[in-house]
């Protein structure tokens, strides 16, 4: 399961985010998107983390960078997709790790073709990598996000796990 978070005030491109993002998508049943129509309403959500976040930059009260700031403290992990009407590129915004910048003007065309490579790195991001390990005669996968260090030995090494010692 993905879980999509598409925050802007304009409704009628939420609901076209939404309708192009499950067009595109290989399994649109796997995809549960969340609609927000402000900054306030997503800080406010309690499920904080999203696979894919699709932000507006500029909104009423609360704008797409106190948004993204607070959201980051939370969730890294997180691709982000700024959204806007005006291109408003600053360079505090590369400090959020942003996938890309889609303009509210696109084409249909331009808008699915960017949607698709987004979607694309929303799942390449979501798989998990391991490391393949003999240990005491049997094999065992290590995820690599668990990998605290490698250190050598004289006949192999130990690999150190957040959890435990493989």
Known sequence: MYKIAICDD?????????????QVSEKPQDNIIYK?????????NPASSFDLLVL????????GMAVVLKYRESDQDG????????????????????FRYL???YSREKLTYEIRLILEKMIENK?????????DGRMDKVPVRDILYI???KHGSNIHTFSKQT
Do not use: A, W
């Open 79 to 98: 691709i982000l997709v700024f959204c806007s009407g005006i291109q408003m590129l600053k360079p505090e915004f590369f400090d959020v790790h942003p």
């Open 56 to 63: 507006d930059m500029k909104m009423e009260k609360v704008d």
């Open 151 to 153: 250190s050598n030995r």
């Open 36 to 44: 927000f129509y402000s900054g306030e309403e997503f800080l406010e």
């Open 103 to 105: 303009m509210k003007s």
């Open 127 to 135: 798989k998990e990598t391991f490391l393949i390990v003999c240990s």
């Open 10 to 22: 304009d409704k009628k491109y939420v609901d076209f985010l939404e309708q192009i993002i499950c």
